[in-house]
């Protein structure tokens, strides 16, 4: 794999030179980003269409217009993120001036999984960019049209000399991690980020790790099951459940689990209608694998719950209907392993006590989601569990919030992104503090010690 280890060289040497540190080149990269989305937006959606069955519309809000997002607010904010930031000096060292710096890392590599294949590759690009950096992209095999549209379009709008893309499966990840780089951002499973975070580690290369795991929501018997089952409903059933902060099962006081359930199932059929396959607002699974997965999941469980809504499926289209399970058992296959899916299991739970021992018995996760109008229960989860993100009333749209840190925590992933964060992340926050050299003030704690110097630096430090 010569060319790839060429491809790193080369956008190395691109950064060593300066090329990607003054603003202007960032502003004007970030531009020609903006432009390579805009002028392209057909030939996007239509790979998205191909790749994942998605919508037109549907790729626009949760792709485009997030990366498009991104560029607009780092570009409105920039000067200000990356001026020094004054740190207030202690009485030891005055006088004097301290402040910090971000300085950009060197060269970066952004690895993106298949499910939003230009949201989860083009937004890390935006801070990484912003933060003066050389750039490898490495989008996801499993979305292969849009791989290899961002390949050609790629260079055709970016400064090839420090931003690259390198197309290919597990052999080419492979001999990228056997380069040196200067920071690795990874988004996909967390089997995948303990390879790169081992790669990472021969070279202390820090890392940020976009993981997934299981999303729960919370609802109980005070909230508004009509507007809660809608959310949900789109929340779950978007990309066909193919979402990382999508809600992967639901948690329902017991009094009102069957109410939501054909609540869900009224909402399904008011957003795709009652023929879902003919609908073309819907997407479809990515492969065969996952298909296969999806649908065993669903047989293995169906007979340890009911199915409320959906269960229906089609191979050759990569078809599975948005589905509910009602009264699954919580040692269902389907809530052994994270669902990535259209399939929603509505699980009975008698107390906040049970619903919140449930979900801190399993592994930490990316997002959680209460719908609840009861304020103590609200600071129940507050207080009592951990997550990435916990959103009260609203499923998945907190990552459109630029300035609301997004990432996981434990197995769902460490380090986040968006907005400013993204720039810190491929950045160093550099100390600097600068001295007169005259006066000495410094001549009190050099040798020769005597008790009066002692004495002014007890009273000047205590
Ligand atoms: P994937 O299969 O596309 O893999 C992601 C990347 O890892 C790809 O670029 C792939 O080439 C590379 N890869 C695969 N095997 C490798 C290996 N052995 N060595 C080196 N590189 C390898 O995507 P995926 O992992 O199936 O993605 C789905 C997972 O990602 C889910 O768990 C989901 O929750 C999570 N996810 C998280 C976020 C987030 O922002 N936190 C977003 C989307 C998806």
Not at 201 to 211: D, G
Not at 292 to 312: I, K, W, Y
Request: aromatic fraction near 6%.
């Amino acid at each position: 794999m010569s060319d790839i280890s060429t491809c790193v060289t080369e956008v190395r040497e691109a950064f060593a030179k300066g090329l990607t540190k003054p603003s202007k080149w960032r502003k004007s990269q970030l531009k020609a980003l903006d432009r390579l989305l805009v002028e392209n937006e057909q030939a996007i959606t239509g790979a998205l269409r191909d790749d994942l069955g998605k919508h037109p519309s549907e790729a626009y809000t949760t792709e485009i217009s997030i990366v498009r997002g991104e560029i607009s607010n780092t570009l409105s904010h920039l000067g200000r993120w990356l001026a020094p930031k004054p740190v207030k000096p202690s009485i030891a060292v005055l006088p004097a001036n301290a402040y910090t710096i971000l300085e950009p890392l060197g060269v970066a590599l952004i690895i993106a999984p298949w499910n939003y294949p230009v949201q989860l590759l083009l937004g890390p690009l935006v801070g990484a960019i912003a933060a003066g950096n050389s750039v490898i992209l490495k989008p996801s095999e499993l979305a292969p049209r849009t791989s290899t549209l961002i390949a050609t379009l790629v260079p055709r709008y970016l400064d090839t000399r420090a931003i690259r893309v390198v197309e290919g499966a597990v052999e080419e990840t492979t001999a990228l991690l056997e380069e040196k780089f200067d920071h690795i951002f990874y988004t996909g499973n967390g089997r995948v980020a303990r390879i790169v975070m081992a790669a990472a580690a021969k070279n202390l290369t820090p890392v940020t790790l976009e993981l997934g795991g299981k999303s729960p929501t919370y609802v109980d018997e005070t909230a508004d099951l009509d507007a809660v089952a809608k959310r949900l409903a789109w929340g779950k059933f978007v990309n066909a459940g193919q979402t990382c902060v999508a809600p992967d099962y639901v948690l329902a006081s017991e009094s009102i689990a069957q109410e939501l359930a054909s609540k869900v199932s009224a909402a399904i059929t008011a957003m795709y209608g009652t023929n879902v396959q003919s609908n073309d607002q819907y997407g479809r699974i990515v492969n065969e694998n996952h298909f296969d997965r999806l649908v065993g999941l669903m047989d293995e469980s169906a007979g340890n719950g009911a199915v409320a809504h959906g269960g229906s499926s089609s191979r050759g289209d990569l078809f599975i209907e948005p589905t509910v399970l009602l009264g699954t058992q919580r040692t269902a296959p389907v809530m052994g392993q994270e669902i990535f899916g259209p399939i929603l299991p509505i699980i009975p739970v008698y107390s906040v006590d049970d619903a919140i021992d449930f979900i801190n018995a399993g592994d930490k996760p990316l997002a959680l989601y209460v719908f609840t109008n009861r304020k103590d229960v609200r600071q129940r989860f507050l207080r009592d569990t951990s997550s990435g993100a916990l959103g009260f009333g609203l499923p998945v749209a907190h990552l459109a919030i630029p300035d609301l840190p997004f990432g996981g925590v434990g197995e769902s992933g460490m380090g986040a992104y968006h907005g400013k964060r993204s720039i810190e992340i491929f950045s160093h926050e550099k100390s600097v503090v600068s001295k007169p050299m005259v006066p000495d003030t410094m001549a009190l704690v050099y040798p020769p010690f005597s008790p009066k110097k002692l004495g002014i630096v007890r009273r000047l430090l205590g």
